[in-house]
Structure formats: C-alpha cells, structure tokens
C-alpha cells in the first residue's frame, strides 16, 4: 500500500476499505507507525520544552541530602539524625536533631555545599528550610543566618527574627527567604555566585535547654524545562511507550471486531480486519499532531519548588495558577480525545460494514462496544 492509500482512510475511508479487502497490506499500518512514532517524539519534545520545572540545589534526585546527613554539620549543640521529619517527593525520612543543656545560644552550620550561584540573574535567589524548635518555649530574641562565600570571613547575614516569630512552637515552620540586597555582606569579598556554607543562629536571653530540628534545606528560584532536565532520552522513552500502546491497542481492537463481528454473523477475515483496523488508527496520529499545534501555539506551564517538593497541603495556589495557565491547552486536548474517540468509532463501524457485509446498526454496536471496552483495558494497563 502506498502512502495516498494511508491518507484515503481520512478523506474516503469507505474507498480505502474496499481496496484494503481486495488487496490487504500490512505496509500502510508500519506506515503510521513510523508516522506515530516521529509525531509523539514531536509531541513529547514541545510540551517538555515549554514545561518549566523550579531546579533546586540539591536537587530532587538527591532528595533534601543536606538534611540527611548528621555528619555534614558542626554545632555547639549534640548533633544527631531523627525520624521526625517532613513528608514529600523531595524529602527523605530524617531531619538533623540539634540538642543543648543551660545555653543561651545554640549555632548550626553547613560546610562544603556548593559553590552555589545566588548571584542575578541567573543564579538561585530563594533559600527554603524548614525549623521545629521542641525547646524552650520562649521563641529566641534573636534568629540569624549566614551564607559563607569561599572563607569564613566572607559571608552575608540575615536577621530573621522577624519572619520566625510567626512560627510555632513543637511545630514544622517553613521559611523561604529571598537572596537579595537585604542581607549585609560581611566584606567586598563576600560573593553571590559563590556560596559554599550555611550557619544558623539562635540567641535567649537566659539559660534554656535547647531541642531544635532542621530539615528540607533548598537554594531554588531558577526555572529549567522539562526537557533539559530529563534530556532527549526521555522523549525518546515516551515515544516508545506510546508505541508500544499503540500496538496494544491494535492488537486488542482488531481482536474485539472480529470476535463481536463473529458474533453479529459477519464474514470477518482476521488479515483484513487486522490491517484495516491499522489503517484508522491514524486517527492517533492526527490526534497528536493537533496536541503538537496547540502545545506549540498556547502551552506554558511553571511549575514550582511548592508544588513539585510534595508536601501535603501547600502549593495549593500555586497548583491552581499552573492550571489556569494550562486550561486553554487541556480544553483543546479533551475535546480534541472525543473527537478521535468518536472518528476512531466510526471507522470502526466502517470496517464491519464494507469488509465483512454487516448492516450499519450491527457495525456501530460492535464498534461502540469493542472501542470502549479497548479503551478501559489501556486505562487499566498504561493509566
């Protein structure tokens, strides 16, 4: 079969389907595989290159490693690893335990990170960690933080006591502070696109016995696509998988018509019905040509560290935003699915019709139900 006789199931497929009985070819159904395949690899490489992802150091492969590991930290305070610790995609299962007797200050540091670009304007400009204070119960007069540049005599700090007094005692506060021009350089030499350590510190104003725990410590604020991050191997991973539906689907559909056909005592040859059910589904590949035009023409979606990081309840708003923002494009690809739903129907029908001499109300009824039944089985296997 040649290419014009690929293209005819769309403009005269009941033409197409007589030719496909008197002359049955597998080459136009390999036809639109490859074209399936091309067109999915197109699909995959447009939504992946316009989906933003906030990167994160470290990053989420590597979960929060920083906060992990009690031997990365040096303290005044006894320093061990809990279980008590958040819950997310970009979370471990510990958290550092920072515990002191009779202090009245109580320092935590982190050595050896990076170097970490904070500098504008491409560099990491948002620092998020999470605190529990268990003791005391008096919030500490004064909260500060340090970012080391190179030496220890080269830092920014930060006084944010202000942002912590809003927190609760015996509970996870999350602060995200942003690397800006409000925090104090120490020297000329303390440099943004250098940031090798981090130090936090506590002060009260009398003798308290101290239980502090540390946990997701993240520099993020820069947005990467999809694609650089997962590379070309994914979009050709995704191209794949598709394939390997696509011939689920054939195989499945193609069996379910001839069986209903069977049933429904049509003269159903399984070559034929094989091979013309490989023609219509090029109803696929339409399909992902239009996901192609309109990811292309109206996709953007940013997605950022609240919502990819995994903890329940937040990024809520943040979630919602990348739905308005992706709400035009999901509309187009729903009706744009029932449409195939019901095209891919109608060929259907059609193949019972013109290759097997059933009538139309026996062809749309086996149709309809070896399609819908196709597509539960590839919902319960490929999700």
């Not at 259907?348 to 749309?364: D, F, P, Q, R, V």
């Amino acid at each position: 079969m040649k290419i014009p006789n690929v293209l005819e199931i769309i403009y005269a497929p009941g033409k197409a389907f007589k030719k496909i009985t008197e002359s049955p070819s597998y080459v136009g159904p390999l036809l639109i595989i490859v074209a399936l395949v091309i067109a999915n690899m197109g699909f995959a490489y447009v939504a992946m290159s316009k989906t933003m992802l906030e990167a994160t150091v470290p990053n989420g492969q590597l979960q929060d490693e920083w906060t992990q590991n009690s031997t990365l930290w040096t303290s005044n305070a006894l320093i061990s690893e809990s279980n008590d610790s958040i819950v997310g995609t970009y979370y471990g299962n510990a958290s550092i335990a920072f515990s002191m007797s009779n202090a009245t200050q109580v320092w935590m540091q982190l050595s050896n990170i990076g170097p970490v670009n904070c500098s504008s304007p491409d560099g990491y400009d948002q620092l998020s960690f999470r605190l529990k204070q268990i003791n005391p119960q008096e919030k500490p007069q004064n909260a500060s933080i340090y970012l080391f540049s190179t030496t220890a005599s080269d830092y920014f700090y930060f006084d944010f006591t202000q942002d912590y007094s809003n927190s609760t005692i015996n509970s996870w506060y999350n602060l995200t502070l942003p690397l800006n021009s409000e925090w104090s350089p120490s020297n000329a030499n303390a440099d943004w696109n250098n940031i090798t350590g981090f130090k936090l510190v506590f002060d009260w104003a009398s003798n308290s016995t101290v239980n502090m725990l540390v946990d997701g410590l993240f520099f993020h604020g820069v947005f990467h696509s999809w694609l650089d991050s997962a590379g070309v191997a994914y979009v050709l991973s995704f191209s794949f998988q598709s394939l390997f539906q696509f011939v689920i689907t054939w195989v499945l559909l193609s069996a379910l018509l001839f069986l209903l056909g069977r049933a429904f005592g049509g003269k159903v040859v399984w070559r034929v019905i094989l091979i013309a059910v490989g023609f219509i589904l090029i109803t696929i590949v339409v399909q992902a040509v239009v996901n192609i035009v309109s990811y292309a023409a109206l996709f953007q979606a940013k997605y950022p560290f609240a919502v990819i990081g995994g903890v329940a309840g937040e990024g809520t708003a943040e979630y919602n935003s990348v739905l308005d923002q992706t709400a035009l494009v999901r509309s187009i690809g729903t009706i744009t699915q029932l449409i195939i739903y019901a095209w891919t129907i109608l060929l259907g029908a059609m193949i019972l019709h013109y290759t097997a001499g059933m009538t139309w109300l026996k062809s749309i009824i086996a149709s309809v139900a070896a399609y819908l039944i196709t597509i539960l089985v590839s919902s319960f296997l490929f999700g």
